[in-house]
């Protein structure tokens, strides 16, 4: 109310409804259900009775522009990673909450022919599949056979170690998604971490620290908390190797799982070195099986 009432001090009539209250417009029924933290404290579902249609707000969108109005109009592995990516790097720190709150909604037993969240597409297609995705996103459930490797380089030896860990990864039977950080917008890394089983981040050292473009990553990390998602570091140093502590720091803040020690060569690896980072990926696969 006090929000409102900022925004638009023109002395309005403002009523605040709760959950369970109902606005009739002329035979079209409104009825709210409050959803505080998907992802505002004052959020609200509203439910069209007569057409049982589901409007979230925030919740099951996706930052999606394209000319079409509904999910099932457009290439469907487009759509899911838009969807993927909006709840990693806007919900996933609520968690809690949205798994709470769906739980709710499938106990009401409300029938819904469609969704329409304020952002994005309508769901209108088998519309509960959405929902039943947040339930597993918000239980942390990992429903992906792959292994996210995101790391930056100076003078390409962590890239070795990065390309050697994924091959590790790989002779696993896990799918190594490797993503070089400079090429890789922070939030599709968070996307793609959604249901993958693991992530493994690298950097040289710069300063004593990480080169600064990981910064965006790791804070994104200690925000959107991917708790119980297994991690690890590795990277290359000349003097000293504060960057795997950095980042180590940073999987720690995350709630994120450490499974391994990480994984440091000095200056350019040698090609013993190298057999040593495809078996750091090989065994970090198998702690994520």
């Known amino acids: 109310m006090d ?54 707000n925030d919740a099951f969108g996706q930052h999606y522009a394209t000319e079409k109005r509904f999910a099932d109009e457009v290439d469907q592995n487009i759509l899911w990673k838009e969807a993927e990516k909006y709840y990693a790097n806007i919900l996933w720190p609520l968690s809690s909450m949205v798994q709470r709150k769906i739980e709710e909604v499938i106990k009401l037993g409300l029938p819904i022919k469609m969704i329409a969240p304020s952002h994005g597409l309508i769901w209108r297609k088998n519309p509960l599949e959405i929902v039943t995705k947040y339930l597993a996103w918000a239980k942390g459930e990992r429903t992906s056979n792959k292994v996210v490797i995101a790391w930056d380089t100076m003078w390409q030896s962590t890239t070795k170690l990065a390309r050697a860990i994924a091959e590790g990864v790989e002779s696993e039977g896990i799918t190594p998604l490797v993503m070089l950080i400079p090429h890789s917008d922070r939030s599709d890394i968070m996307g793609e971490l959604l249901e993958a089983k693991g992530i493994l981040v690298g950097s040289p050292t710069l300063h004593n620290d990480i080169l600064p473009t990981l910064a965006p990553i790791l804070s994104d990390f200690e925000v959107l908390k991917p708790k119980g998602k297994k991690a690890a570091a590795f990277g290359s140093y000349g003097w000293g190797g504060g960057a795997v502590k950095r980042i180590q720091e940073s999987i720690e803040r995350g709630k994120m799982e450490i499974v391994m020690e990480p994984f440091t060569v000095k200056w350019v690896p040698t090609d013993e070195e190298l057999k040593g980072a495809f078996e750091f990926g090989r065994a970090f696969a198998k702690a994520v099986k």
């Open 3 to 56: 929000e409102l009432k900022k925004h638009y001090a023109n002395g309005w009539d403002i009523q605040t409804v709760k959950t369970g209250d109902e606005i009739d417009l002329g035979g079209k029924t409104l009825r709210f259900y409050e959803a505080p933290m998907l992802h505002w404290p004052e959020s609200m579902f509203t439910y069209y009775v007569e057409k049982e249609v589901l409007l979230p």
